[in-house]
DNA sequence: AGATTTAATCCGCATTGTTTATTAAACAAG
DNA sequence: CTTGTTTAATAAACAATGCGGATTAAATCT
């Protein structure tokens, strides 16, 4: 079940949606007999056996040797199918303020290499920001024993407002300028290989889709609290991404301070850009000014929460407070099962979520009190790298609605 | 461009997709031939005819008599077809607070009688409001010169959180209790006419779609302020209904009240009742306090605001701050290039939607500063019932997604 | 009246998915 | 070892669809 924007129908795309559907089911379930695909998407054993076929043709899914787990004792055995981990490789890319991390993958999103550049991209040019990235492209890819000519596709993932469609970033706290078309700076870096951007938000909220906490869920919402605030929407399977494919920034939501006057954006009360810079502030001269002044702030910020220290305790509770208040309108909105949050800050446990959790059930309308879980995941760094890496390959998968991307076949 | 809820394909959905797309095509700029549905559509002209033909067969449509105006001099003049009014017939019924709105339409949403029924449907226990909606279903039918077995659906559009597939009513101002099964309710009254409910926004969204004033726009929001507050999402040409089909209700979204402490729900600081309320307050024991034990409230307040009474305008001035609030948040998640405003309290003009334009200029990002347009729509009556009426023929036209309505075909 | 132009349809074809039969590949029983 | 049974996978026949090219229909122009 996934949406689809709507072409009119002619067979090519009829074969397309359920080649799609198969290759779906493999990637989700795989190693799958053909009779489990059957099952699964409701298709004929016919048509399966004639899309498997083609796609075994293609080198898109080979057959699983050593047999599966009979189902029944007697009769032919099944045979197993499953994604040709070498009919592709892709890169994914993640930008942060601080580092960019790297990761190639194969077919099944296996992770073949990763890497972290941990450079400050701020006020860097943008040609400076993409020499670093394609330099990093490249290494991963030799990393993971490949070369260049044997990517499909590269993603990279930026924190703030990207029209992935266009290729464009309207803004980021990456890039000085307005309207970055940093999908075709990379293209011409990197001979021609497909780049695509879109925001880190999207990408890991895939991640999640695929292979994490909402594995199975169509519905669900991720909040990131990094040195930005991002907001993914999973809604009936698809990323919702705003009305001209403009990707929703969460630090951009206006929020309430809790004990406060007046409004602020919920990216001055509750990024960790904002809890580290307040941190500074309330520890200003004291003994652990100089963590911050290397970089170890967060950390320094919860071994304090974690040794109870009152100030630093009260600056997380109002953080959580503002988060909590964003996320009750977001769930009034979307009423999503599952809200995942992570990010660095959370480490601090307890003295955030707890806060967070406890603003959410005050301000929730009674009637929607119960449909929320809250989970916290903590991610790898290169699980953003894998989710960009997930977003090509759905493209490669062969979706036949997203008109963005190609389609591999023949 | 419509989205699909994704089944597998088969030779009868690509079938049931074309004919969608030619019935709106019909719909949206009939009268209408068919080398224009073909141009429209991208279908072939082939393709077209043939579904054409097997639309007039079934008496869905017509061709439309004394030709059309003749796009060249020459050649064979085009036939032109419209959707047959006759086709079918539908009741659109509106709930509010203080009345009830019945319409009834023919295929063409055309408006065949209307009525409204001013009575206080607060705490009536369920079974009466479903007796008295039954009654205003069969006198609208009556008044169209219709009969019962001649009506193909019934939508009844209420304020609350509605389940439109369950055909459940989870919340509303209007029913004591929670989870209402009022669809099932009025089935069975209706001698087994298929009557479905869904929230009052979504039907007047659906309105604005197809005859308003958004019109050709799939991207949009509707924020309809009357004795609730509701909120209706167009999204991608399809109505948003967050994760189980629930309808996110505004006034249970949290804002902050200008140069107020801590915050409230928009509910209490912005809807029509909480106008009402406080005006009363305010203007307690005056020469103007029977004007709302006489429910005119509201004419009341219109008129002070014009006057000029500045404890009134000081009133709008605050809950259009929160208003401008809650929409600013709005805009910041969908990006809509339009915001349509309406409701008996807009009526009081620049008094509240100055404040609003205002806050919403001061609170939106700088990226987002002119993506929307924020326009103030005033609607008859019974625009909200001919929207409930646009929800059934929208089933009828046979979308092949929205598993929802049956089709009608043969 | 015939030529011209445009609309609509007819015919043949390729593609698709499905149903029904057939073959393939294993194990069980004699 | 052969034969029967069971399940998986494929093949053959069939129906529905959309499309391109040829054909017919219905008007105007010369």
Known sequence: MVPLQMKTADPELMRAINRFHVMDAIRRFGPISRVEISDRTQLSATTVSAITGALL???????????GIRDAARGRPRVMLELNPAAAYVVGVKLALDQITVATTNF????????VLPIRLQRQPVSVIA????????RSIADAGLTIEQVSGVCVGLPGVVERIAGVCRASPIFGERDVPFAAEL??????????????????????????????????????VELGLGLGIMHNGELFRGA??????????MVRPPNGNGSTRLAEAASE???LAEAQEILAGGEHAH??????????ILQLAAGGEPRILDLLERAGGSLGFAIANLITLFAPPKVILAGAALEAGEALVGPIRRT???????????????????????IWARGAAAMTLRDLYGAPWNTTGPVVHR
Do not use: C, Y
């Not at 099944?108 to 890497?115: I, M, T």
């Not at 990197?190 to 994490?212: P, Q, R, Y």
């Not at 001209?244 to 939501?253: F, K, Q, T």
């Open 108 to 115: 099944r999103a296996d992770l073949l290499s990763s890497l």
């Open 244 to 253: 001209n494919g403009l990707s929703p920034d969460l630090g951009d939501l």
């Open 57 to 67: 043709d293609d080198q898109l899914i080979i057959t699983h040797q050593l047999g």
């Open 291 to 300: 963590a911050f002044r290397l970089g170890r702030g967060m950390e320094k």
């Open 131 to 138: 020499d670093l990235v394609e330099d990093g492209i490249r």
């Open 273 to 275: 850009a904002s809890i």
């Open 360 to 382: 959410v059930a005050e301000l929730l309308p009674p009637s929607l009190a119960d449909v929320s879980e809250i989970v916290v995941h903590h991610w790898s760094d290169d």
């Open 187 to 224: 293209t011409t870096r990197l001979s021609g290989v497909a780049a695509t951007i879109d925001s880190d938000v999207n990408l890991v909220t895939l991640a999640e889709h695929w292979f994490g906490e909402a594995r199975g869920l169509d519905d669900f919402l991720v909040i990131s």
